[in-house]
């Protein structure tokens, strides 16, 4: 039994022997599959790649805060191999260039499933690749610029977009806040025009003017009065004093002659002192009368007065009340102009910027087919099946010549074993 796996088992100058009695029909097998891939890639169309790439970044705006981290920025990225993939795109792209009519005829189902368009995230990077496979080299390149052209214009369709829907959400607001503040300045403006509070105002205060002056003249004009009386007062003091000795005289004989002298003297300083009274009283009465015409002027100024702050008044009140509506209703809608200009900046914030690196070149060769190893893979796919099958033959013919010795001697072993069988 032993022997038998020995003789059985196939080594090398076994298999060399079986090869070379065949070698023939190995080569030229071989030589068949390499014509026939090399007949099946020349009748093939060439066809030729055009690319270009696409720099995905983050918007210059964008805090520090608002950023992503690197890992989860990349694993985003990853999503605009099919964003830019889209339908849409494919079917612009065959208008453009009218690939739905004959020859090509193209569809984007069978633009997709041949394969004209590759994106692929180049690892570790945030560079899209773009390939555009096409038998024309110079289309293939006016494809692929094209391409990226329409896949910028999208992305930036898409901002706008975005930043058009977050204004939308607060745009109602702004404009109630702006008709708010618009009514405000209306009411405020027509009740300055119609109170006429300005022109109170300035009767306000030229009657307060006029009421300090009146009491500025009341003032001077009473102290001068005082002292006119006070004058008045003096003299006839004195008038009194000197009209003494002649009264005294005529109600009984003077005890001295020089007495009577004196009063001779002193009539002319009476009769001068009398008339300074007489005058001074003149004066009197007529600053008294001009006291009492300033008193009444003073006391019609106050009443005026007080009759134009009963009136400034209420209107004052009401003015403060429409401007402080006025200066609310102008904060809200500064805040809500803020919140409308910040809405468009944190959309343009969280937005990812598609930037060409190079445009496309015209390709000069064919990536397929690849002729010279087509050719050499199907050699040597013919050589390896032809040389397995030589061997598995081998192996088979070997196999049924043993089984052909031992099948006499496997006979005589069966019978001899019944016979056993039959004793037992």
Known sequence: MGETRKDDILTFPKAWVALSSRKGLVLVISGLCGLSALIFSLSQPKIYQAKTYLLVSESKIADADARAPNYVYYELLRSYETLIQNDYLVQEMIHAFGLQNPPHSLTVDRFRRDGYLTVSLSKNTRLLEIAVEFPDPGLAMQMANHFVESVVKFNEAMTRGDSQRARSAIQAELEQATLQERNASHDLTEFVRESRLQERREEFWTVSEEKAR???ELSVLIVSLSKQMARKSTLESVAERLAGPRLSGGQGQSPAGPRQEDGVASRPLRAAIERDVIELESEIRAAQAGVRTLKERHESLEGRLRVLQREIGPKEATLRRLDELYQQASENRAAQEKRYREAAINALARSTVLKPVAPAIQPERPVRPRVL????????????????GTLIAHRL?????????????????????????RGL
């Not at 050499?376 to 040389?387: D, K, Y």
């Not at 013919?397 to 069988?421: F, Y």
Request: aromatic share 0%; charged share 25%; hydrophobic share 40%.
């Open 373 to 388: 190893l087509n050719t050499l893979l199907a050699s040597l796919s013919g050589l390896l099946l032809t040389t397995l």
């Open 397 to 421: 013919a070997a196999v049924s010549q043993r089984t052909e010795e031992i099948a006499p001697r496997s006979e005589d072993n069966l019978h001899e074993l019944k016979r056993n069988l």
């Open 214 to 216: 009146v009491e500025n």
